[in-house]
């Protein structure tokens, strides 16, 4: 099946230490985001990339870093400069080769400070 | 910048009633309008989209959603609520003209549903 995978589903983190999300998809799909998701504030853009080996900020990147080396894979890691990483982060894909145009989103990774 | 509004945080509809939830946009161009719904801790499923001509568009569950350009506004409609409806609903614009395709989303309007 056709998805995007996103592990682990839930990560604890402990002061200080960064952590990597991993978001990986087989949809053939150029263009990847990442969301962070708190109660009340819907999904905010972290970052996205149009293709491999680009990427660009959004909304709230401080913190944050990414990489996208393959097109299936773009992973985003939560620094310690992250001051609130407590949050429920989302991946997703967006396909436009055909009429269907579409946003693809992972399950999620719940992300705790410990 | 694009941004979206649902001014609605939380709405409780008793089952079988109809149900109606607000979403307004501020974008310069022709938008592409989403509605997206969420269950807790999973991923968001996608109702319906808009992106071009009737601007009455039937989704998934029973829902349908009606774009107004004049009131610049994309509200969510469903006859008769099953009490499986309960979950958050996120209204959302992309920008395909450029900036990346990104998707805003609105704050979301938290559906309770009673028996």
């Known amino acids: 099946d056709g998805g995007i995978t996103q592990s682990p589903k839930y990560l604890f983190r402990k002061e200080g230490q960064n952590v990597t999300l991993s978001c990986e998809q087989n949809?053939?799909?150029?263009?990847m985001y990442w969301y962070r998701q708190d109660p009340g504030q819907g999904l905010r853009l972290i970052y996205y990339?149009?293709?491999?080996?680009?990427?660009q900020k959004g909304d709230i990147a401080e913190g944050y870093s990414v990489s996208r080396e393959k097109k299936e894979s773009f992973p985003l890691t939560v620094t310690s400069a992250q001051k609130n990483p407590t949050a429920f982060y989302l991946c997703a894909t967006l396909g436009v080769r055909d009429v269907s145009y579409g946003y693809t989103f992972g399950s999620g990774t719940r992300l705790t400070v410990v | 910048a694009q941004s979206v509004t649902q001014p609605d945080i939380h709405i409780t509809v008793s089952e079988g009633a109809s149900l109606e939830l607000r979403c307004n946009y501020s974008y310069g161009a022709t938008p592409y309008l989403f509605w997206y719904v969420q269950s807790p801790g999973q991923g968001l499923q996608l109702l319906l989209k808009y992106f071009s001509g009737d601007t009455l568009v039937q989704g998934i569950k029973g829902f349908e959603a009606e774009f107004k350009r004049s009131q610049s506004s994309f509200n969510l409609r469903k006859p008769s609520v099953h009490w499986s409806d309960a979950a958050e609903y996120f209204c959302?614009?992309?920008?395909?003209?450029?900036?990346?395709?990104?998707?805003?989303f609105g704050t979301g309007t938290q559906l309770k549903v009673e028996l």
């Open positions: 990339s149009q293709i491999v080996n680009d990427f």
């Open positions: 949809l053939n799909h150029d263009a």
């Open positions: 959302a614009v992309a920008s395909p003209e450029g900036g990346g395709n990104k998707l805003t």
